[in-house]
């Protein structure tokens, strides 16, 4: 008899993946959901409970009686998945997110500002709400799930990019090439770094847990892509992807408004995790390469364009504003000329350690 898994969820960006898989492995899957977004990339066989897991009576009506190998809890209210579950089965594997680090979504938290990185499993998480309410309920909701089942195994997710992203980050980029836009504004050079997860990767991130039942029990894995890309080489892969060759517009991160959904917090600081422990303990690699990963999501979205003004470009944030976007470049364009030569004696040079172009030079002609 096939082992039976059920998968909270199961319809969303990685859910679809995760899915896959379990059937892949042999697994009679059962996925349990709204029913508001079936997916024609659902494989055949699958069944399909619709319930609300938001609703904690329709949640338990819909789990009444069952007993399953393996529950990955990915969508809903996961503290009560994780009553309703527990002592009816085998293993519990659940997926949460990275604002339960304390200054991930706050990091001012720390001083200076910017939360450590990269930053592991085993850092600090939200303790007050004050500081950071969303990342606080993250954080108890860990804490609750592992109360209920002590040998469960909790993937934090960071960002998820690809299809079917609710917010998809590249349809900033994406709609601005298809649009004709040539420039395009970035915070300080584009130069920050800001973890991701590509859909598939975080989906193998959880498989990979329940593949090897014997490792991991108990613990909490930060999950992303392995190469972790800046702001500037987002933008440069998924314009390339499409052809397009976008001049960026460097602006300091507090005057580059329309750059706010790809820096997707107020500073520029850096937010990376460490992924020491899911790479040591599960084996983690990455599936999709981060820069075909983006590349592949780029044309995804040329290819299935987001409705205008629809709900993804409203959770987005981005208003594609083009006129703003052009006074506000050739304002800060004309401030930059108007900026006065400044002599310095002697010139500031990038220090003797630097070797790469226009660095020092070598002490001698050839190479002996």
């Known amino acids: 008899m096939a082992p039976r898994a059920l998968v909270v969820g199961g319809t969303g960006p990685t859910g679809i993946w995760i899915v896959h898989g379990l059937v892949e492995r042999g697994f009679d899957v059962t996925i349990l959901h709204r029913g508001q977004h079936e997916r024609a990339e659902t494989p055949a066989g699958v069944t399909h409970l619709h319930h609300d897991p938001y609703d904690e009576a329709d949640l338990a009506a819909g789990l009444a009686g069952r007993r399953d190998d393996v529950v990955v809890g990915m969508y809903g209210r996961l503290r009560r998945l994780a009553a309703l579950t527990a002592g009816s089965t085998g293993r519990f594997i659940s997926v949460g997110g990275v604002p339960a680090h304390r200054g ?3 990091p001012s938290l720390y001083d200076p500002a910017g939360v450590p990185v990269p930053i592991g499993e085993d850092g600090p998480t939200v303790r007050d709400p004050a500081d950071d309410e969303k990342g606080y309920r993250v954080a108890r909701t860990e804490e609750h799930v592992f109360e209920h089942h002590p040998d469960a195994v909790h993937v934090r997710y960071p960002y998820a990019y690809g299809p079917y992203q609710l917010v998809p980050r590249e349809w900033s980029i994406v709609r601005r090439v298809l649009d004709g836009r040539t420039r395009m504004v970035i915070p300080d050079d584009g130069l920050t770094l800001h973890h991701h997860g590509y859909t598939v990767n975080l989906a193998h991130a959880v498989l990979l847990a ?9 613990q909490v894995f930060n999950a992303g892509d392995e190469e972790v890309l800046t702001v500037r080489q987002v933008v ?3 314009a390339g992807a499409l052809g397009a060759d976008l001049e960026l517009v460097s602006m300091p991160a507090d005057l580059a408004v329309p750059a706010r959904p790809l820096l997707t917090e107020p500073s520029a600081t850096h937010r990376v995790l460490d992924l020491t422990r899911i790479t040591t303990t599960l084996g983690y690699r990455d599936v999709v390469p981060a820069r075909e990963a983006v590349a592949h999501t780029a044309r995804w979205l040329a290819a299935h364009p987001v409705e205008r003004g629809g709900t993804e470009e409203t959770v987005l944030t981005d208003p594609f504003d083009y006129p ?8 800060w364009r004309r401030a930059r000329d108007g900026l006065p030569t400044v002599p310095f004696d002697p010139e500031p040079g990038y220090g003797l350690a630097y070797s790469g172009p226009g660095g020092r030079p070598r002490s001698r002609p050839t190479f002996a």
Request: charge should be negative; hydrophobic fraction near 50%.
């Open 324 to 331: 703003a976007e052009d006074a506000l470049i050739d304002a």
């Open 104 to 106: 991930w979504m706050n």
């Open 210 to 218: 329940v593949d090897q039942p014997d490792r991991g029990v108990g």
């Open 236 to 238: 440069e892969l998924a």
